[in-house]
């Protein structure tokens, strides 16, 4: 079920530094490439979103970048904050099919 | 707090038991998902409901049943299950279509005794 694949699988950031996370995909019909936050006994939730006929997309401190010749994206969170330690899922899905598939996640800790 | 409610938030059951799974979401959403959450792993979608009509079963074994009695509710019955099926079962509900994102409840941990 795996068609994502997400590296790295954990994260050492120091506060206020960057954090990138990055994503890949095989299937050319995804057009819509979300990025989850997960905290501990929670369920994940929407940081950001792309679609591919953009190549950036940038929320405060996060920003999405899209490569749609390399079918690759990736998630920068800027001036990392310790409230931002969590597990991060890059996914993907296409327009006709509700069907969301989700990277293997990054285990992100940002020092104090 | 979460718009998709899930209960129970924490569940016990033996082998030969059967329970429910219960998600509600008050959103207006048209799509109704379950997912599967096993540890340090990420949610591995389980079926997918459009318009209240299974749309997706990932070929799911039969002793998880899911059912959508309408559009707000959806239920996930268990039977007969094994304790490699303990998990975080999430919900999440979306608009139907034009790449909407998923809204996830924070889901019911199950244990499988």
């Known amino acids: 079920q795996q068609q994502v694949k997400q590296s790295p699988q954990s994260l050492i950031v120091q506060k206020g530094g960057i954090s990138i996370i990055n994503c890949a995909y095989e299937n050319t019909a995804f057009d819509y490439f979300p990025w989850y936050q997960q905290f501990p006994g929670k369920g994940p939730a929407l940081l950001i979103a792309i679609r591919p006929d953009v190549s950036e997309k940038k929320e405060g401190r996060f920003t999405i970048s899209f490569n749609k010749s390399a079918k690759q994206f990736s998630l920068h969170i800027m001036d990392s904050q310790p409230g931002d330690s969590a597990t991060y899922f890059c996914?993907?899905?296409?327009?006709?099919?509700?069907?969301?598939?989700f990277g293997a996640g990054t285990r992100l800790t940002v020092k104090p | 707090d979460t718009e998709v409610t899930q209960t129970p938030k924490h569940l016990v059951m033996g082998m030969t038991n059967k329970k429910s799974l219960k998600c509600e979401q008050h959103?207006?959403?048209?799509?109704m998902y379950w997912y599967k959450q096993k540890a340090k792993k990420p949610p591995e979608l389980m079926f997918v409901?459009?318009?209240?009509?299974?749309?997706i079963n990932e070929s799911v074994p039969s002793r998880f049943s899911p059912e959508c009695p309408n559009s707000s509710l959806l239920n996930l019955h268990l039977h007969a299950l094994q304790p490699e099926d303990s998990a975080l079962y999430l919900c999440?509900?979306?608009?139907?279509?034009?790449?909407?994102?998923?809204?996830f409840g924070n889901g019911t941990r199950l244990t499988v005794t």
């Open positions: 959103m207006g959403h048209r799509a």
């Open positions: 996914a993907a899905s296409s327009y006709n099919n509700n069907d969301m598939r």
């Open positions: 999440a509900s979306s608009h139907q279509g034009a790449n909407s994102p998923l809204h």
């Open positions: 409901y459009s318009y209240e009509k299974l749309s």
